[in-house]
């Protein structure tokens, strides 16, 4: 009879691997639709009223579907459902035409939409299939979709915040989307995070992948900061303007000092000048370590340090690295390869954001 059959404690158990093996597996980054700042999953986008989300918002959908630059950030063009759920189809018309006289086929409106955890979650996942080149879906706003508040039941708990964002968060993961939900803020300001200035409790927060806030430096003025913090960003405030029913870069303004950056290895530079000059290599940890004269670094390290950053800084400069372990232990590969395709991703990237309508040359069309 076989024992491990009935045993109880392999028929329900964790799928678990050891940190060796983490830190040596390369994995897959995550989907960005606007690079640095917007990546696949649930971000809510909060602010005061009045302040521009919804500009802010329909800006973003312009920019994704007509494969432009926002707020100096790459994107990657795809389909766009916009939810306008305080809107009507004659305002929206109206707020695309302030911002472009370009109407692309692949960005579209709906201003009614159902319920959270009712209707709305089956309708996202319908437009998806009807439309499954769509990446991102904005529902402005959150209060909309969650329906009228029962008087009897109070004010919403964690649970109860955790659980809605949690559901839809859900849903952008298992579709490859990314949702944007547009949220308010409280009246009472917090100079210390202005992220406790969210309306509700911190389960909205909590449940979300990323959080970006929207909040005037001071009355009176033009500059906004926009913070983003989340899950796959490092916290960091951009200075930006809304004029013209346009919100665009603020140069005059320094970066805020919350902005921090990971250091590349040097280790990691090494290798590429290695690389790019000798073409190939595959082996060992240690064998590599020993062709380049590197004593001071150990083994792991340089492992840790190829597989962190094999699909952002290697793949920039052109080179692929995989890695796998045998009977005898684990083996690098890094190739070199045609950097050609580049120069198409480099135009295609650098496309201006749309213009303001004061710079639009009108044409038949």
Known sequence: MDYDFYNPYLLNKLDTIDAEELMATPYAPKNFIVADMLPEGLTLLCGPSKIGKSWFVLQLCLCVALGRMFLGHNIISSDVLYLALEDTFSRVKDRVARLTEECPTNLRFAVQAGSLGGELEEQLMNHKTQYPDTKLVVIDTLQKVRGACDPKAGSPTYGKDYADIGSLKKL??????????????????????????????????????????????????????????????????????????????????????????????????????????????????????????????????????????????????????????????RWLELTLVSGDDNDANDEKNSLEEIPTQSSLTVTDG
């Open 172 to 329: 952008a993961d298992d579709l490859g989307i990314a949702i944007v939900l547009v949220h308010h803020l409280r009246k009472t300001q917090d100079k210390d995070d202005p992220f406790n200035e969210i309306s509700g409790t911190t389960g909205l927060m909590g449940a979300a992948d990323t959080v970006l806030l929207l909040k005037k430096v001071n009355r009176g003025t033009d500059t906004t900061f926009l913070y983003l913090t989340g899950r796959d960003i490092e916290f960091r405030a951009m200075a930006i303007e809304f004029t013209d029913c346009y919100w665009r870069l603020d140069e005059d303004v320094p970066p805020h000092d919350g902005i921090c950056y990971r250091p590349l290895a040097p280790i990691v530079k090494t290798v590429c000048e290695y690389i790019k000059e000798h073409k190939h290599f595959r082996g060992t940890a240690s064998e590599l370590l020993a062709l380049l004269g590197e004593e001071n670094v150990k083994p792991n390290v340089l492992t840790r340090s190829l597989s962190t950053e094999a699909y952002d800084y290697l793949q920039q400069v052109g080179i692929l690295y995989d890695s796998g372990r045998t009977g005898s232990g």
